[in-house]
């Protein structure tokens, strides 16, 4: 298994800036299950001009090819929306140093029809995010990195990527409602999205371990009203369809006792 060394140097970078796992969309506030809960005609609207996806687990399959079949319409919408060459897919695999002829990234761009970057380091490095801004900087209408959307379903690698890529605003004097003025430090940068569900499971405990960090960054170092700002962005959600809901919240002793119990 190749070693991610961007990734494993993550940690180091935590210790200095927590919020780095944070993603926009958080736990606590409105979450998103996979891109079908995106709005993307909504995010188009607010000014977002250009998306970048994760592959494994968020579109296909680990190690596949192959679009998620639920996803289908979601996935059409995206690339209408944005436009076909605004729509991004940047994979540790395919794409990748280990992509060997860039065959899986082809594979990938005939079955999803979209670009795949070509990279020189895993996510999250800075070198990826250098192949990053030069792809949407070369686009006939270039996309400045605060219209883009970052999606993925890795803390440590898709999150942290993208939100290495904020800016820091000049620090801005709010009032929140208690009436308490503070000072709003947010950063100018990607929305980041993090899809929670994953379509096969892989790399459980380091996702789990993940979730508890990020839990933990919500729970000691986000000021309150920092996430009550965030709530604003619920309306870039969409809900599921009910059945979708209902399927995925059972689980697998309610499943076997449903199918036994049938007649
Ligand atoms: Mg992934």
Redesign the pocket.
């Known amino acids: 298994m190749p070693i991610n060394v961007p990734g494993i140097l993550v940690p180091l970078h935590l210790l200095i800036n927590p919020r780095l796992i944070v993603p926009s969309l958080v736990v606590k506030g409105p979450s998103i299950k996979d891109i079908r809960q995106l709005d993307f005609p909504e995010l188009y609207r607010a000014g977002y001009r250009g998306a970048v996806f994760?592959?494994?687990?968020?579109l296909t399959l680990?190690h596949q090819d192959r679009l998620v079949p639920e996803l289908t319409e979601a996935w059409k919408e995206c690339r209408q929306t944005f436009g076909e060459g605004n729509v991004l897919i940047v994979?540790?695999t395919a794409g990748s140093h280990l992509d060997a002829g860039d065959i899986q990234a082809e594979s990938v761009t005939y079955h999803l029809s979209a670009p795949v970057l070509r990279h020189p380091s895993f996510k999250p490095s800075y070198a990826c995010i250098a192949s990053i801004r030069a792809y949407f900087g070369s686009l006939p209408t270039p996309v400045r990195d605060d219209e883009l959307v970052i999606v993925?379903?890795?803390i440590l690698?898709?999150v942290v990527l993208a939100n290495r890529m904020a800016r820091r605003n000049k620090p801005q004097e709010i009032a929140p409602p208690n009436g308490e003025k503070m000072t709003d430090v947010r950063k100018a940068g990607p929305l980041t999205v993090l899809t929670e569900d994953?379509w096969r499971r892989e790399s459980t405990v380091l996702r789990w371990m993940e979730k508890g960090m990020l839990r933990g960054v919500e729970r000691w170092v986000l000021p309150a009203h920092e996430l009550s700002a965030r709530q604003e962005l619920r309306r870039f959600v969409r809900d599921l369809p009910v059945s979708e809901v209902s399927e995925k919240r059972e689980g697998l002793w309610q499943k076997l006792w449903r199918t036994l119990r049938k007649p």
């Open positions: 994760d592959k494994d687990n968020c680990p994979s540790n993925g379903d890795r690698t898709d994953v």
